[in-house]
């Protein structure tokens, strides 16, 4: 894949009148955008400042593990945003976040993407129904860092987002549990343009926010509920085994553990 085109993704977004993705900093290789938007966030960076790199030396996910993306294949991508939400409404972000991300990828893509809370893109795919994984192709990282600017009590949030989009084949650990929007893609499709991806994921990104920020997560949830990929799925979540059933008004994952249903706030999902 060659290297990202910034005149012309400027030009895109711009027209686009996208609010998120200004001033882009766009990096050959760098340590993870995330950090790279934490640094400028510290700097009191502008909100919808939005990092991209073709490689990352020290990509990581949640719960510190670390994401893999062979040189300039994927979308890369941290957006600073410096939401005016009191700190209780930060937690629902990814969420929010993830259903744009799914909203923008699903118009790249004829495969069923679906949410799998609290932060992966996946593909319920019906011929994939049998299997008890749905391969992953896009994962979020949210972080917060206190700012100088950060008097109101409000921190900045960092939105860190890859894409597998161009990858053909995953190291052997990932074969089974990951897939991209080449690999979902018919042969004679053309070829994504990731610019263009972008500036879709941002303003789907920038769109699902405003939504948010206006009404609140009662007008999020249905589609979170909509596009569950958990739905009726035994699951094991931080150890515990149960049968997911669904998602609350709050964001959380509602868990069927021996008849009883538990509200988890967070954790980390398995498929079991
Ligand atoms: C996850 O699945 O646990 C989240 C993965 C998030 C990866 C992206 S890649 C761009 C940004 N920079 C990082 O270091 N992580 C996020």
Not at 173 to 180: G, N, V
Request: hydrophobic share 40%; charged share 25%; glycine share 10%.
């Amino acid at each position: 894949m060659s290297s990202f085109d910034v005149p012309l993704f400027l030009q895109q977004l711009r027209h686009a009148g996208c609010s998120l993705g200004e001033p882009l900093t766009y990096l050959q290789q760098t340590d993870s955008t995330n950090t790279q938007a934490k640094v400028a966030a510290r700097a009191g960076g502008a909100h919808g400042s939005c990092f991209v790199a073709d490689e990352q030396t020290a990509g990581r996910g949640r719960q510190g593990r670390h994401w893999h993306s062979d040189p300039a294949e994927n979308l890369l991508f941290s957006i600073l945003l410096k939401p005016t939400l009191p700190p209780q409404k930060l937690s629902p972000l990814t969420l929010v976040v993830g259903l744009g991300v799914r909203d923008a990828l699903s118009r790249h893509t004829h495969a069923k993407l679906e949410l799998k809370w609290p932060n992966d893109i996946v593909v319920g795919s019906p011929d994939l129904a049998g299997k008890s994984i749905k391969p992953k192709l896009a994962g979020i990282l949210t972080e917060s860092e206190l700012t100088s600017d950060a008097a109101a009590g409000h921190p900045a949030v960092i939105v860190g987002v890859g894409i597998n989009v161009l990858t053909r084949r995953f190291p052997d650990e990932l074969r089974d549990i990951a897939t991209s929007l080449k690999m979902l893609r018919k042969a004679d499709a053309h070829e994504v343009s990731r610019e263009e991806l972008l500036v879709d994921l941002l303003r789907s990104i920038e769109g699902a926010l405003a939504r948010y920020e206006e009404h609140g997560l009662r007008e999020i949830v249905p589609e979170l509920i909509q596009h569950d990929a958990l739905k009726g799925r035994q699951v094991r979540v931080d150890g515990k085994l149960g049968t997911a059933q669904g998602i609350d008004d709050q964001g959380q994952l509602l868990l069927k553990v021996d008849g009883q249903l538990e509200a988890i706030h967070s954790g980390t999902v398995e498929w079991s």
